[in-house]
């Protein structure tokens, strides 16, 4: 049988270089049909040090291993067909094609705005990946590792225009800017990969803080020698004076307290993800409300952080002026409905397009004493005009 | 200057046709140096058809919008490079190629189990999208969708060697076989893309259910005509003759009540998606085992659907047995630490490799008069030997 002569041999490249270890795949392919030697990740780790295994401290080995299993570029890399990614905007933007996952979505087969606020992080992350700047922290680069500081946001700002559907090809862009003498602005656009059109948008701003004091760091010089070339000034939101985020209190209208962060809330620096906390936002609005309406923003402002033995308090608190306009313009409705004789809920509602609903809200920290604000925010909404996946 | 010839307007777009109204933006951007016409997405949907956009009816438009968007294909493709996959094993086999996003691991960098079953399903539904078989349901096919069927999951079985890492490329394969008369098997194997060593592995066990009456469903002719000829007999798990679940009652050691579905828990067959079952599972367990433990395994057995209305009760019992043993074992480690005089927590504690321990879990709906069982389910754990990210 000639498949009994088949024999593919291919052998580990391993070599070491000013304390780095790499190696690769041993593929050992000597069959009638196929056997393949697997080596342990142990096995991996240990090979190629010129000493016996049991002699590798067992830091160097796990240090080693990740490298293997990461491959964490120390280079800038213009394209990586894995993530695919590449390097635009004159090497200093990154651009992400993404498909939307079955998981992604909710119901009406939308992506939901927690799935964005993934992506989002996913391509920064993968941005900086891309730039050879990457330490193995939650997106610090290798000067901030060495300062033992880690990033946080201060701000997000995100418009949906379009809510991608269910296996909808899209290209998310993302590109850096300066913010003020010690912080970074990070900025986003999602484009549908067929059409062109823009989905979404959002910008925030990040800071530094210390991994273990948990406290605000100026941005030491090596850091900002790393990052300032990266710098552009394109603007994703043209934003004015942002509005200011009134601070909420027990009076506010819907309350939802002794929230509990999960262990599976928690992220890479081990605090709650902020993605979370819009969830805790939105599940405090009436289910009512929620299942007529779509959301087209949200403004965040993250005050503290979150840690996982927090009980966390939400609060929100629906626009009032709103409120009664919307009254007038039910009744507008039922006039408009009456007299043309078409029957409610129909594509008539079209006509208050740019009708629009606000909340404001906030996350605090039950404290003995005092609660402790983690995140004002505001969230606008506009009615959904049908349960179908593409309205918009 | 050449901006100054720089033109941008935009001009609503509306027109109403069978009591339905839509509306949308034409942005016309005229410009000296890149001018790009985009398309609104009504435009796009009413685009060749061949008649007018006004003559389309609005469930044509939606179905073509949505066609367009997704691009799901009607004949079988042997590769897509969105996705990354490729069809595999002489034609019927799919394999996609996947990193680890940074929002799919916790705190220690590594993959969780439900991040996995998310890509189990992401990978089975891309699969069949690959096959031209689906019709836009959840996985469903053209002759299932005929038949108002949908897929539901009787049974699943996975396997978890080694967490996947934050930024680690993997490879999925997932293949079909069949169960009995009226099921359908799926398995997947995940593969580490630079090592080749298997991470994990799994075999689940699917039924169809009438979408209407939610009544399991015999498999019709025309249905078994379209899937056959992708089965194939590869099993990624050898099961003897599955162990039997004990049903748990009240008694159990830990219960979780009043568990309730969120928002985000439903999935596009409008049910709670079963990987939330998971988590619903493991948040019964102490925290104190969970923080030194890792999963390796679980069976799950579904028997009813949840709703979203629903409120679930979760029941959760550790194998008797075991704990006695991880005493006598744990006083056996203790004398073997001592006589040899190496510090616990290093890697001496791989002499235990072996030690498992067990878990009976039963999420049942609370019903006035009795309650209904919606999963029985095991899950098999050993002990972490590090905190680090690749332990296994």
Redesign the interface.
């Known amino acids: 049988m000639a498949a009994a002569f088949s024999c593919s041999v291919s052998f580990p490249f391993r070599y070491s270089r000013n304390g780095n270890r790499y190696r ?2 041993v ?1 050992i392919k000597i069959n009638a049909s196929s056997s ?1 030697r ?4 142990n096995e ?1 780790a240990g090979a190629g040090k010129g000493s016996s295994p049991l002699a590798a401290t ?1 830091e160097n080995r ?1 240090i080693a ?2 490298q ?5 570029p120390t280079q800038k890399q213009l394209v990586d067909s ?3 990614g590449l390097i635009t905007e004159r090497g200093v933007g990154y651009r992400q ?1 993404v ?1 939307v ?3 992604e ?3 009406y ?1 939308t992506a ?1 705005l ?1 799935s964005l606020l ?1 992506l989002f ?2 391509t920064a ?1 993968n941005h900086v ?1 891309m730039s050879g700047l990457l330490s193995n922290g ?1 997106g610090a680069t290798h000067g901030m590792m060495r300062n033992n500081l880690i990033w946080v946001v201060s701000r997000m700002h995100v418009q949906v225009d ?1 809510y ?6 899209l290209e998310f862009d993302t590109w850096v800017g300066a913010s003020g003498k010690n912080g970074m602005r990070r900025d986003w656009l999602v484009r ?7 989905y979404a948008r959002a910008t925030s701003t990040w800071v530094m803080m210390n991994e273990k004091t948990r406290r605000l760091s100026k941005m030491p010089e090596e850091v900002r020698d790393e990052i300032s070339p990266w710098f552009i000034e394109k603007q994703a939101i043209k934003e004015g004076i942002p509005e200011k985020i009134v601070k909420l209190d027990e009076n506010a209208k819907y309350v939802n307290s002794d929230l509990k962060p ?3 809330d ?3 620096n ?1 605090h709650v ?1 902020n ?1 979370k906390y819009v ?1 805790w936002m939105q ?1 405090t609005i009436p ?1 009512k409300f ?1 299942e007529s309406h779509q959301l087209f923003g949200i403004v965040l402002e993250y005050r503290r952080e979150c840690g996982s033995s927090d009980r966390v308090q939400s609060l929100c608190q629906p626009d009032e002026d709103e409120i009664q306009t919307n009254g007038v313009e039910q009744s507008l409705l039922k006039n408009m409905v009456l007299t043309s004789g ?2 409610e809920g ?3 509602l ?2 208050l ?1 740019t009708k629009t609903y606000g909340y404001t809200h906030l996350l605090q920290i039950k404290g003995k004493n005092r609660n402790e604000e983690i995140v004002r925010g505001r969230t606008r909404w506009r009615k959904k005009y049908s349960t ?3 309205s ?1």
């Open positions: 690769s795949r593929d393949t697997l080596h342990t990740l991996i067992t796990h291993e990740e293997i299993r990461q491959k964490i894995y993530r695919q094609t498909v996952r079955s998981y979505v909710g119901p087969k939901t927690e993934n992080q996913e992350l990946w939650f379009h991608p559907i269910w296996g909808e090809v549908s990969q067929a059409t062109g059109i823009t999960r262990r599976s928690l992220d890479m081990h993800n993605v969830r599940e289910d929620l078409m029957v129909n594509g008539y079209g006509l397009d179908l996946p593409y918009t």
